[in-house]
């Protein structure tokens, strides 16, 4: 990592002010206090306001992967709920509201938001680029889940029950636009057009498939962006043709009432836990955090609860692989 460390900017915390920076950067800010939902932090005084004054930090901001989101932002609920208060987490904190504020946005803007300094922690769905390391300087990873992207299709589609493998080559192909009818990936399919569904290009996703899959091959302009990892899931689900690189997660949540989606096998490897886990599957990437230096207090109060067994529920009940054991 580079030695320089990158300085936090004062975080926005005011009304109007938590508004536009989760406008400019993540999108829908979903804020935990202590008694409801609100887009309002409760007090005013930003993280490296509290900090240079000695101040407890009251408020924490994640922004980021749409993925990473329902888990952080189910265990901020939680974690709220459960102590209100930051002495009820530790009595040696002081009688303060817990306010911690989740913002779905995408990865690529997740680690923007950290670089500018208006959130405390990135959320981030892929591993991190040379040139985003060397601007965020004395940075630390927390990964919390492994996710693989499964090359899915809608379970209606005759494919099923017909082809349950493709290779690297076909998916590319087919993503790109150079087999655009089912009949051309197989002979005994409908002459039916092939509708191709990614994330957008500010998500985690889009890069890893990219880097995965594609390789210097450009995806169809014909191709529909989805916001986050549960519409692209959900776009499949709702059309016959569809084809799309649904998250491990996505596709669990799809399918747990019915199998809504049917995840084809890459190179003949089907993305199965244990081949995630092992590295077999071959598009498969991290979900986690990224902080800017040491942690505050607060700060390592929530990481500590992320990491406990109440971290492991969230991270399985959404669909994921936990990659960490309980402390």
């Not at 090359?151 to 150079?178: C, H, L, W, Y």
Request: charged residues 20%.
């Amino acid at each position: 990592m580079a030695k320089q460390a990158l300085k936090k900017k004062p975080l926005a915390r005011g009304i109007l002010a938590a508004v536009m920076a989760a406008a400019l950067g993540c999108g829908l800010l979903a804020g935990c206090s202590s008694n409801n939902a609100s887009t309002q932090p409760a007090d005013n005084k930003s993280a490296s306001t509290e900090q240079a004054s000695g101040e407890f930090q009251s408020n924490i901001m994640f922004c980021g992967s749409t993925s990473a989101y329902p888990i952080i932002s189910s265990l901020a609920s939680s974690f709220t709920d459960q102590y209100e208060t930051w002495n009820k987490v530790d009595a040696s904190f002081p009688e303060k509201n817990v306010s911690i504020y989740v913002a779905p946005g995408g990865s690529g803007v997740g680690v923007s938001a950290l670089e500018e300094g208006t959130c405390d922690f990135g959320m981030v769905a892929r591993t991190l680029k040379d040139s985003e390391k060397e601007k965020l300087g004395d940075y630390k990873e927390y990964e919390i889940a492994k996710d693989a992207l499964t090359v899915s299709v809608n379970a209606e589609n005759p494919i099923v029950g017909t082809v349950d493998d493709m290779s690297t080559d076909t998916i590319r192909k087919i993503f790109a636009g150079e087999i655009t009818t089912w009949d051309q990936v197989d002979a005994s399919l409908p002459a039916e057009q092939i509708q191709v569904y990614i994330r957008d290009l500010s998500g985690g996703a889009y890069e890893v498939f990219q880097k995965s899959v594609m390789g210097d091959s450009k995806v169809t302009d014909a191709a529909t962006q989805s916001a986050s990892m549960t519409e692209l899931a959900t776009n499949i689900a709702n059309n016959k043709w569809a084809i799309g690189y649904a998250g491990f997660g996505a596709y669990n949540k799809a399918n747990a009432n019915g199998t809504k989606l049917v995840a084809m096998k890459v190179d003949g490897v089907e993305a199965t836990e244990a081949n995630i886990v092992s590295g077999d599957y071959k598009i498969q990437r991290p979900v986690m955090f990224v902080g800017v230096g040491e942690p505050t207090d607060s700060e390592q109060a929530f990481i500590d609860y992320i990491y406990s067994d109440a971290g492991i529920k969230a991270i399985e009940s959404n669909g994921y692989i936990p990659s960490f054991t309980a402390k």
